[in-house]
């Protein structure tokens, strides 16, 4: 028999409780005989923006080395998928913390299922950090995008942030210029790459505890993620750094909507904690 029929390809979305909404995301439990070659080609095949792979596994101890690939490259974390796989785990082994090791570092996720048998999980990533974003990177990624640096919102400046990947971070003034998204593909790839960029995460602001995301994916071969992990993680650490969270805070980010896959985040951020803690639920997605 080979790997190619032995291999369980799991179909989860996340950041939702409706499998036709959240961020769906491939999942492989067991991938220890699997090189990265048919990873990549497993994550074309299904075609999601990640498919996570469980490289090895110790579920007495509940720890799990995993790995993330989008159809065109590996990445090295990934927020939804990391809520799908903790999900799936949680199905299969029991609730409770997790250890996952990843390229970008170790991943603490808490797992809990309700009474209606629906799980979630909530990730913790690895210390946050973000930077004012430079003109030079500022220009390319507008120009790209096709807005203007009047379409932005002068109270959430420009920045990188990180949270296991780099991601560009621009609140736009508007709703209706969030919703109005139509950017060169390819031009805004190749500034992503040129930055080391992992998303450009679109926000604009509701309220001071309510945000609206759009993130473009192109280096990943996909237009636009309902839900990112990742960038919410990151996003948190932005507002840390330039101030927008003075206390111990709960942010809750709408993705996905304008797409017609909506998804709901929840960011916690503790100005004296680095780390910010991101949790969704998910569920299967039938064959």
């Known amino acids: 028999m080979t790997t190619e029929t032995r291999t369980e390809i799991l179909r989860y979305s996340a950041f939702t409780t409706d499998p036709a909404a959240g961020n769906p995301a491939g999942v492989v439990l067991d991938a220890t005989a699997i090189d990265a070659e048919r990873m990549l080609a497993i994550a074309a095949e299904v075609g999601y923006s990640e498919t996570a792979f469980v490289t090895a596994r110790d579920d007495r101890q509940r720890r799990f080395q995993v790995r ?8 090295p974390f990934c927020g939804h998928a990391t809520v799908a796989t903790a999900v799936a785990l949680a ?9 996952f090791d990843t390229a970008a570092g170790e991943i603490r996720v808490a797992t809990v299922i ?13 210390p946050t950090r973000s930077r004012p974003a430079g003109d030079e990177e500022l220009d390319a990624a507008l120009g790209a995008l096709g ?6 919102d002068p109270a959430l400046p420009p920045h990188v942030a990180f949270g296991g990947v780099e991601h560009l971070v621009l609140a736009a003034a508007t709703r209706a210029r969030l919703a109005d ?8 790839a190749a500034v992503m790459r040129t930055h080391g960029w992992t998303t450009v995460q679109l926000l604009w602001r509701e309220s001071a505890d309510r945000y609206h995301a759009r993130d473009p994916f192109p280096i990943g071969g996909v237009v636009e993620d309902p839900a990112t992990g990742a ?3 990151a996003f948190g650490g932005y ?5 927008e969270v003075r206390e111990p805070a709960t942010i809750r980010v709408r993705q996905g909507e304008d797409m017609g896959r909506p998804s709901e985040l929840t960011v916690t951020v503790d100005p004296a904690d680095a780390r910010v803690r991101v949790a969704g639920r998910a569920v299967p997605i039938a064959d």
């Open 239 to 243: 507002l840390r750094a330039i101030g």
């Open 181 to 188: 998204l139509d950017y060169d593909f390819d031009g805004l």
């Open 68 to 75: 993330y690939f989008s159809p065109l490259t590996e990445v």
């Open 147 to 152: 807005w203007a640096r009047a379409d932005l």
């Open 91 to 99: 199905e299969r082994i029991g609730a409770g913390d997790l250890l």
């Open 114 to 126: 309700d009474a209606e048998g629906v799980a979630q999980a909530e990730l913790t990533s690895v």
């Open 231 to 233: 960038a919410a993680a």
